[in-house]
């Protein structure tokens, strides 16, 4: 694979994440599921599977006569996901290595698309979603999640960055809103639109929460890969004040509010 600077760094986050199974983690994807009424004997791709969270429930319920292809870049978690599918003796999988925006599947081929939290990752989502929706066959489903664009504390990261004259993008934008995410699912021909809104969010203590962001960005065209670790340490020192002006008797609230998105060809 031929990646850019900015696909190797979300490889490089996600190879990092050694605990990403975990309780949140099944919360924020299995949802999909639900949403599109899987059938056995169907056809299912999953985009960026990561660990084949949503890879492996579906396969489960597609069964034998069913077929699940998981694609993602990421070699460590790929290998997570091997393990666990050959633990659970499933043989309706396959797990292919490969960059989700290059490769290529013939029309009409998948009753059911998913991509659990990480479409905002990509470089050009709606280039994304129309081939995705080549792919489905007709009356096929897509299914996404995704975040409000003020999850994660991402207002006050903008804002520290904004004091210091960088316009930071902020990657949940394009997908951010309800309305957001209906308006470019029927641009592009989709209907049926469904879309289920969820708080994941909670109290971290002001440790937590001053911790939370550590100078790293994640998006196509980031301002923060050109400074300094000074520059990078000054960003992170104004967060952190910021973030001790929004502690509560309850601690630091990290809002999480995320879009379960389902639409049909």
């Not at 077929?67 to 091997?82: C, E, H, S, W, Y």
Request: proline share 4%; net charge negative; with cysteine.
């Amino acid at each position: 694979m031929d990646l850019n600077e900015y696909k190797q760094e979300v490889i490089a986050f996600y190879e990092a994440r050694t605990n990403y199974d975990n309780d949140f983690t099944y919360r924020r994807a299995l949802p999909l599921i639900e949403l599109v009424h899987l059938q056995p004997g169907q056809q299912v791709l999953d985009i960026a599977t990561g660990t084949g969270i949503v890879a492996i429930a579906a396969s489960q319920i597609v069964g034998s006569e069913g077929k699940v292809i998981g694609v993602d870049f990421t070699p460590g978690m790929l290998n997570q996901a091997r393990q666990k599918i050959a633990a659970a003796g499933l043989h309706n999988i396959e797990m292919i290595e490969a960059d989700a925006e290059t490769i290529t599947f013939e029309d009409e081929r998948f009753d059911v698309i998913f991509c659990a939290t990480a479409i905002v990752l990509l470089s050009d989502i709606p280039a994304a979603l129309r081939h995705w929706y080549r792919w489905l066959k007709q009356g096929g489903r897509v299914a996404f999640s995704c975040w409000s664009k003020t999850s994660f504390f991402t207002p006050i990261i903008t804002k520290v960055c904004g004091k210091y004259g960088f316009d930071l993008p902020n990657l949940h934008e394009p997908l951010g809103s309800p309305e957001k995410c209906y308006t470019l699912l029927e641009e592009i021909g989709f209907k049926d639109i469904e879309i289920k809104t969820e708080q994941f969010g909670s109290y971290l203590s002001l440790d937590e929460a001053k911790n939370f962001w550590q100078g790293k960005w994640l998006h196509p065209n980031n301002p923060l890969r050109q400074l300094s670790s000074q520059e990078i340490d000054q960003l992170i020192a104004e967060y952190r004040s910021e973030v001790e002006t929004l502690v509560t008797d309850q601690g630091v609230w990290s809002e999480k509010t995320t879009f379960f998105v389902s639409g049909k060809k």
